[in-house]
């Protein structure tokens, strides 16, 4: 099973900020948090991932809160194209096999 | 950007018809993953791969299920006797390198297989 819980569902605005949270309470101290995000049936898209530092690129910010128990994804200005289901992945890395949980379905609204 | 690419795109089979799903992962990358989508449902994780053997397996990936890197650039998913509960989308992924390396996965967008 899923080590994290999210919200099945979440709406925002065209060009507001989405922000998506993450419960992972029996984070061990190796796991990092990993995004991906599923548009319709492609595959998943590898988004985002830290330890414990907030982590920036071009897509998004991640925000790991200082007991690592929760994070959250921004998404600083959401486009219509961002409609997809968000998978918020604790992992140790290596070979390990990603457990993918039901996500958030984020859509954006015109 | 180098990106992982699977053919064919879609695989129509008759049930108990063996089936290979290929996939040419990331030129540098070193550990090769196979992971499914049933209509509606997770994607679950069935097989990882690395230095010509397998790392770790799902409870899914029985018998019924092989995986091969036959040369330098493709690697490939085999089954067996298929049944119709194994139509699914088949992901295949692939990351860097370092057993405890935490750099990500990137996938595929898949093989949609379909048993009649």
């Known amino acids: 099973d899923a080590k994290t819980t999210q919200p099945p569902s979440m709406d925002c605005a065209e060009g507001r900020a989405a922000n998506l949270p993450c419960n992972h309470s029996?984070?061990?101290?190796?796991?990092?948090v990993y995004w991906y995000r599923q548009i319709h049936s492609q595959g998943p898209q590898y988004i985002i991932h830290?330890?414990?530092n907030n982590e920036t690129n071009e897509m998004a910010s991640l925000i790991i809160t200082e007991d690592r128990k929760s994070s959250t994804l921004i998404l600083p200005h959401a486009t219509l194209r961002d409609t997809a289901v968000y998978y918020c992945?604790?992992?140790?890395?290596?070979?390990?096999?990603?457990?993918f949980g039901k996500g958030t379905h984020l859509i954006i609204q015109p | 950007e180098p990106e992982v690419t699977q053919t064919p795109s879609h695989q129509v089979t008759q049930m108990g018809q063996e089936v290979i799903l290929r996939c040419v992962p990331i030129?540098?990358?070193?550990?090769f993953y196979w992971y499914r989508q049933i209509l509606g449902q997770k994607v679950e994780f069935l097989v990882s791969?690395?230095?010509?053997?397998?790392?770790?397996k799902s409870e899914i990936f029985d018998d019924q299920f092989s995986v091969e890197r036959p040369d330098g650039s493709n690697f490939t998913l085999k089954i067996r006797s298929t049944k119709l509960e194994d139509s699914a989308m088949y992901f295949c992924?692939?990351?860097?390198?370092?057993?405890?390396?935490?750099?990500?996965?990137?996938f595929g967008d898949g093989t949609r297989l379909s048993i009649l």
């Open positions: 992945i604790v992992s140790g890395g290596g070979a390990d096999g990603l457990t």
């Open positions: 030129s540098n990358h070193l550990y």
């Open positions: 029996t984070i061990s101290g190796n796991e990092y």
């Open positions: 992924a692939s990351s860097v390198t370092g057993f405890y390396s935490n750099q990500p996965q990137h």
């Open positions: 791969f690395y230095n010509n053997e397998i790392s770790e």
């Open positions: 830290g330890l414990k």
